[in-house]
T-cell receptor
């Protein structure tokens, strides 16, 4: 069943601006992952943050995790047109082999 | 480049006519997954193979079957497609089964049922 919920559902920003999206989940997790999906394509893994980590960076991406609030955020800095995509959070429990995906945030970056 | 390949990218089938989607990987990963994704929704796991061990999700309809003849290939068979089965089907792999493994996705097959 779907565990994560992303907010907002859709986001439109100007090139060069930052984009922030949030993910909330219901049960305890082992780690949380973010994926990107370009229109009509498969998902691409962006970043994994473990439950004992609070923040992680990868290039222009910054992910935070607050396990007390059961929430995570993904920040894309200095956005580019190529960042236009849907972004999904996915959670994995301690004994889980599978990922539970949220419904995603659709980000449009205007040139 | 190591990758996950899905064929065909687009498949049109008739209501009730069996269809097979294929997935291959050059990553030599032990685990292969099949997801169904409908428009603007989260990917939904149908089943996965851990090596040759098949694992069905409890809510996956009987209409969906899978085969994994070897490490590299995995097939999704839809025995009698209904209009509600129109979706994007995503194949993914991971090196081993476990919470910390990231999954590598193929580009997907978009299935249309007429």
């Amino acid at each position: 069943s779907q565990q994560g919920e992303e907010d907002p559902q859709a986001l439109s920003i100007q090139e060069g601006e930052n984009a922030t999206m949030n993910c909330s989940y219901k049960t305890s997790i082992n780690n949380l992952q973010w994926y990107r999906q370009n229109s009509g394509r498969g998902l691409v893994h962006l970043i994994l943050i473990r439950s004992n980590e609070r923040e992680k960076h990868s290039g222009r991406l910054r992910v935070t995790l607050d396990t007390s609030k059961k929430s995570s955020s993904l920040l894309i800095t200095a956005s580019r047109a190529a960042d236009t995509a849907s972004y999904f959070c996915a959670t994995a429990g301690s004994n889980d082999y599978k990922l539970s995906f949220g419904a995603g945030t659709t980000v449009t970056v205007r040139a | 480049d190591a990758m996950v390949i899905q064929n065909p990218r687009y498949q049109v089938t008739q209501f009730g006519k069996p269809v097979t989607l294929s997935c291959s990987q050059t990553l030599n990963h032990n685990v292969m997954y099949w997801y169904q994704q409908k428009s603007s929704q989260a990917p939904k796991l149908l089943f996965h193979y851990y090596d040759k061990d098949f694992n069905n999700e409890a809510d996956t309809p009987d209409n969906f079957q899978s085969r994994r003849p070897n490490t590299s290939f995995c097939f999704l068979d839809i025995r009698s497609p209904g209009l509600g089965d129109a979706a994007m089907y995503l194949c993914a792999t991971s090196r081993v089964r476990g919470a910390f493994n990231e999954q590598y996705f193929g580009p997907g097959t978009r299935l249309t049922v007429t």
